[in-house]
C-alpha cells in the first residue's frame, strides 16, 4: 500500500539517532517533555554499528546519571604501550555498544511518549521543518540536526581512521583492562596504535586506528593486521561477532557553524561538539544534551546550543593547534612519540586534556618542554605559509 504524505507538528525535531541525537531526546524524556519531541533516523534502530567510550572522569554527576543506564561494561583501570614503556592509568573507563544504546534509549523514549520516525530519509532540514522523501512533513519550533560527520567534514583536516572487530575467542584472552593505545605496532601512514577492550574474558573488541593524512581506508588489510595482532598476542579467534570502521575528519582550524536564520541547530559532530584531537564525542554529546533540556523554553535551545560552544571554544583552538603540529609540524613515522610524550604527564593533566578542560597550565605542560622527536616549527610555518592543506586523498 502506497504511504500517503502526512504533517506532523512537535516542538523538538531532532533529526539523527546516533549519539548526540538519541542522548537529547533521552534527557528531554527525563525532563518530562517526552511528548514533545520528534526523533527522526534514516536507520531501522538508533545508534547504529557504534561503540563510545569515556573516561569517568569526563563526565561530571548529572552527565554520569543521563549515560549510567546504558553503559555495557566499566573497568577500575587503562593502559597505554609505546616503545620501551607501558604505564597503566588510575583512571576509571567505561564504554557503550550501538546495541545497548539502542535498547535502552529506545524503550526509555518510547516510555515517555517520544515520537520515533526510523527509516525514514529526509530531503530536506530547515530553521523549523523537516521534509522527507515522500513530501511528509514535520514541524517543529526547534530542529535540531545531528547527523554525522560524512555530510558536513571539514575541509581542512587530517583524519583518525580504524577498522574495529569484536571477536569471539576459543580460550582467555591475555587482556584484563582496556588498552587504550598499543603504539609498539609497526608505524605506516601516520600514527598508528592498537586499541583494545575486554567486554569479556573470551569477548574482546580490537581496533587498529591511525591519524593518516588520508581519508582513504583499506579495510581487508587492516583486518588481516587485527588477526595477525591478537595472533601474536597468544589468543586464537573462535569466530568474528561484528565489524565496525569509522574515518573522523580532525580539524586543524576553523570556526564551528552558529545557528543563522533558515538553518537547523547543528550539534553533535556537525556543531563541533567532539573532543578536536581524540575524537571522543560522548563527553560533550551528554554535556550538550542537558543543557539542552534544561532550557526553560524551546526557542531558547539555539542561545544554549551557542553559549556551550563560546565556553568550548579555548579547548577547541588548543585542540586543532595540537592537530597542525601532529599532521603538519611532525612526518608521519614520527607522530608517535606527540602521544609518547603527552603520556609522560601527570594523570589529572591527561585527564583534563580527555575531558575537555585544560587549563593554562595544563597546556603549557603539553606544549614546553623537549619537542617529540621529528617536531619541526620551521616546517608548519612554511607549509601554512604556502597554504598547503591537508585532505583526503
Do not use: C
Request: net charge positive; proline share 6%; charged share 25%.
Amino acid at each position: 500500500m502506497e504511504r500517503r504524505p502526512v504533517d506532523i507538528a512537535t516542538e523538538y525535531t531532532i533529526v539523527g539517532g546516533g549519539l548526540a541525537g538519541g542522548l537529547i531526546a533521552l534527557a528531554l524524556a527525563n525532563a518530562g517533555r517526552g511528548e514533545q519531541v520528534t526523533l527522526i533516523d534514516r536507520e531501522p534502530r538508533l545508534g547504529g554499528n557504534h561503540t563510545w567510550s569515556f573516561h569517568l572522569t569526563d563526565l561530571g554527576d548529572d552527565e554520569r546519571e543521563l549515560v549510567a543506564p546504558l553503559v555495557t561494561r566499566q573497568w577500575a583501570q587503562q593502559e597505554v604501550r609505546f616503545p620501551g614503556r607501558e604505564r597503566i592509568l588510575e583512571t576509571g573507563y567505561a564504554t557503550v555498544t550501538g546495541q545497548r544504546f539502542a535498547e535502552v534509549v529506545s524503550a526509555r523514549l518510547v516510555e515517555s511518549g517520544v515520537r520515533l520516525l526510523l527509516g525514514r530519509r529526509v530531503a530536506g532540514v530547515g530553521s523549523s521543518l523537516v521534509r522527507f522523501e515522500d513530501e511528509s512533513l514535520v514541524r517543529g519550533r526547534v530542529v535540531l540536526d545531528a547527523r554525522g560527520p560524512e555530510s558536513n567534514a571539514p575541509v581542512r583536516a587530517g583524519y583518525q581512521k580504524f577498522v574495529g572487530l569484536e571477536l569471539a575467542l576459543q580460550s582467555d584472552g591475555p587482556w584484563t583492562r582496556p588498552l587504550l593505545m598499543d603504539a609498539t605496532v609497526s608505524q605506516s601512514d601516520g600514527y598508528r596504535f592498537v586499541y583494545v577492550l575486554p567486554f569479556a574474558a573470551r569477548q574482546v573488541l580490537v581496533e587498529d586506528t591511525t591519524y593518516s593524512s588520508r581519508s582513504w581506508l583499506d579495510s581487508f588489510e587492516i583486518e588481516r593486521r587485527i588477526l595477525a595482532y591478537v595472533t601474536a598476542h597468544g589468543a586464537s579467534v573462535a569466530r568474528v561477532l561484528r565489524r565496525e570502521t569509522g574515518v573522523l575528519p580532525l580539524p586543524l582550524d576553523g570556526e564551528v557553524d552558529v545557528p543563522r536564520a533558515g538553518a537547523p541547530i547543528a550539534v553533535g559532530y556537525r556543531g563541533g561538539f567532539f573532543h578536536p584531537v581524540t575524537g571522543y564525542s560522548l563527553p560533550l554529546a551528554a554535556r550538550l544534551a542537558l543543557a539542552v533540556a534544561k532550557a526553560r523554553r524551546p526557542e531558547e535551545t539555539a542561545a544554549v546550543v551557542r553559549a556551550l560552544a563560546r565556553k568550548l571554544e579555548p579547548q577547541r583552538r588548543f585542540g586543532q593547534l595540537l592537530n597542525r603540529l601532529m599532521f603538519e609540524a611532525m612526518p608521519p613515522a614520527s607522530r608517535w612519540t606527540a602521544l609518547d610524550r603527552f603520556y609522560r604527564l601527570p594523570e589529572a593533566t591527561i585527564a583534563r586534556f580527555y575531558a575537555s578542560a585544560s587549563t593554562w597550565g595544563d597546556r603549557a605542560r603539553i606544549l614546553l618542554g623537549r619537542p617529540p622527536a621529528g617536531l619541526s616549527w620551521r616546517h608548519l610555518f612554511e607549509r601554512n605559509l604556502r597554504g598547503t592543506q591537508v585532505v583526503g586523498q
